[in-house]
């Protein structure tokens, strides 16, 4: 069995409004856009039309997101290149974003070179670059 990329990941938001425009604004400026409008979600895909690097934002029945408890850690995107990983830094700090690490290497793979943000529920987002395939290889 071979899978073919994940195809959707979907995130519950306690201010769904809030959570769409930074959603939006976040994927716009990483080449993918908005897909589908449910009555509480956004379906956001990159462009080209592909399946694989879907998310929905959805409204939350609940409580706030705790990293630490069962479920969703982080969600971690790879960048196509170290000046990816920089760009989304200034960028983040245009929307107000709160960064828990700024860009920077770490020993996870040779090269690896990472931005650490949360959105606006909390819930941590990475972005980042390793060299050639990396851990992939």
Not at 60 to 78: S, T
Not at 112 to 125: A, K, N, Q, T
Request: proline letters at 4%; glycine letters at 8%; hydrophobic letters at 35%.
């Amino acid at each position: 069995m071979e899978v073919n990329g994940i195809a959707q990941v979907f995130l519950t938001a306690s201010n769904y409004e809030r959570s769409r425009d930074f959603y939006r604004k976040l994927f716009a400026a990483s080449r993918l856009e908005a897909g589908h409008r449910y009555r509480d979600g956004l379906l956001l895909r990159r462009r080209p039309h592909r399946a694989r690097h879907q998310r929905t934002v959805a409204r939350a029945r609940r409580r706030a997101f705790e990293q630490q408890c069962v479920g969703l850690h982080h969600l971690c995107f790879r960048a196509r290149e170290r000046a990816d990983v920089d760009e989304l830094h200034g960028f983040l700090q245009t929307l107000g974003a709160k960064i828990i690490r700024a860009p920077r290497e770490d020993q996870w793979a040779p090269g690896y070179y990472s931005i650490l943000f949360e959105d606006p529920d909390g819930i941590r987002l990475e972005l980042n670059d390793v060299p050639g395939k990396g851990l992939l290889a």
